[in-house]
């Protein structure tokens, strides 16, 4: 079940209590992972993230795409997350909630569900120490993998193409109906949810400010090593990404990238607690103009090939000449073609784990459903 392959235990401090977060944080972490785990922090002062064990993923949902010492670097390097716990019980229990000595845990407003269709939040819920956030509207992990698998330039407009419409089928919708929790959606930004994610804070004197540019698309534990290792270059850094348009990224990358467009991009590196400012819509071409206006002491870029500019000149040949670029070598070679390949090599599994998923929550809406019109007509027979 694609969209529940990873999940997450919270915990913090509020107002001298302790509040725990149980929920999905899907194995491709993307910003909508994010915003639920901002909203987590929101409620209190330190948050912290439980992972599940790849045994466990694959019991409940389904062989996840990220091996889980993968998951555990990507969910500790998301900047609201204070501290997580490895191997985290799928389950969460009021043994778990005592044992970080939480007051209650925090889940986003859809439904997480067992091998045999059990809310796994029934027992802290009766008990009264649950709580919900919002899920962020018009994203979704189904949508991210219907663009890998169709493989088309097309996929940011061309949302009605009927082989897109069959993937929507095949993803999001079970044999019995369609669950809100689980489907294709469209994302729209604003200004307000840029705010949300961006730190605020502009470079201080002492800082060191470093430039790094790319598509990363498909925001994952690569771009995260990478980014680390930037951060690690300077005792006070301040690190700055370019983020290229999509019709850039797609020039160099080809194929049918970027997968992420601009806007879905900018709150996944803006989430990461290495990255202290995104530049959206960098020019290809890291020149003259751009070092000069954010005065950059250092341009960073990884083992990947640098793709020359559209007259087949070096991008980096200003910060080459200033002196001031270096190669970084992460130790991860793990690129985004890599993560595509590994979707399209399971495809099979993740269409039927989705549509088990969805089916097991429309069984839980319709008896939801049922028990309501009982209570009503109990009432009404009163």
């Known amino acids: 079940l694609f969209l529940h392959i990873m999940q997450y235990i919270d915990c913090g401090l509020l107002n001298g209590r302790k509040q725990i977060n149980t929920g999905t944080l899907y194995d491709m972490v993307h ?47 998301i900047k609201w997350v204070d501290e997580i716990v ?16 939480c007051d209650f845990c925090v889940h986003g407003d859809d439904i997480t569900l067992t091998v045999d269709g059990k809310d796994t939040y029934a027992e802290v819920k009766r008990e009264g120490r649950y709580r919900e956030c919002k899920r962020t509207q018009g994203v979704s992990t189904t949508d991210l993998v219907g663009r890998m698998l169709l493989m088309t330039k097309a996929h940011h407009s061309n949302m009605d193409n009927p082989d897109y419409q069959q993937h929507t089928d095949n993803f999001g919708k079970g044999p019995k109906g369609h669950s809100p929790w689980t489907g294709v959606s469209q994302f729209l930004q604003t200004s307000q949810k840029i705010i949300q994610f961006a730190s605020g804070k502009e470079p201080q004197p002492g800082d060191t400010i470093i430039y790094v540019a790319g598509a990363f698309d498909l925001f994952h534990i690569g771009h995260v090593d990478f980014l680390e290792m930037v951060y690690k270059q300077a005792e006070r850094p301040y690190v700055i990404v370019g983020l290229h348009f999509d019709q850039e990224v797609n020039r160099y990358k080809g194929k049918n990238y970027p997968i992420m467009n601009i806007h879905e991009r900018t709150l996944s590196v803006l989430a990461c607690r290495y990255v202290s400012e995104v530049v959206i819509g960098a020019p290809y071409a890291v020149g003259k103009d751009l070092l000069d206006h954010f005065k950059v002491d ?33 130790g991860n070679n793990l690129t985004t073609d890599d993560i595509v390949q590994r979707i399209i090599e399971n495809r099979l599994q993740f269409e039927a784990r989705n549509q088990k998923k969805e089916a097991k929550e429309m069984a839980v809406i319709e008896a939801m459903k049922r028990r309501e019109q009982q209570e009503q007509s109990g009432a009404a027979a009163q």
């Open 86 to 101: 490895e191997g985290a019980p799928y389950v969460t229990t009021l043994e778990t909630l005592d044992k970080y000595n």
């Open 31 to 77: 910003y909508g992972h994010s915003n639920q785990l901002r909203q987590a922090k929101a409620m209190g002062d330190f948050l912290i993230v439980g992972v599940h064990t790849d045994a466990e993923i694959s019991k409940h949902k389904g062989p996840p795409v990220f091996t889980q010492a993968e998951r555990y670097k990507m969910v500790r390097a």
């Open 298 to 330: 250092l341009v960073c870029h990884g083992k990947t090939e640098v793709f020359p500019d559209k007259d087949g000149s070096d991008p980096y040949a200003e910060p080459r000449k200033r002196g001031i670029f270096r190669i970084i070598n992460s």
